[in-house]
């Protein structure tokens, strides 16, 4: 496990691995960094090696499963609206 700032141009740099698990990577951008998933996606993708995988995990949105009017769902969208 790596961890570490993604706008740090030397993070991983010449690195590849079998396997790259990317977990919230997009949200995180979004919200973090802006306008800089092009970037970001040409660093993972080289550094998933040749033949290797790159497994993206993510969030469906709160909103299309949860329902504002439920007290208990509509509790977890005002959690979730706090932000990380």
């Known amino acids: 496990v790596l961890v570490g700032n993604w706008q740090d141009k030397e993070l991983l740099a010449g690195s590849t691995f079998d396997v790259v698990l990317a977990d919230y990577l997009l ?7 802006a306008y800089a998933e092009d970037e970001m996606m040409a660093r993972v ?19 299309l499963v949860l329902d504002p009017k439920d007290p208990k769902d509509k509790f977890v969208l005002e959690v979730e609206a706090l932000g990380d």
Not at 27 to 33: E, L
Not at 45 to 63: A, C, I, K, Q
């Open 27 to 33: 949200g995180a951008v979004d919200r973090y960094w």
């Open 45 to 63: 993708l080289n550094s998933v090696r040749p033949g290797g995988f790159l497994v993206f995990v993510g969030l469906e949105p709160y909103e």
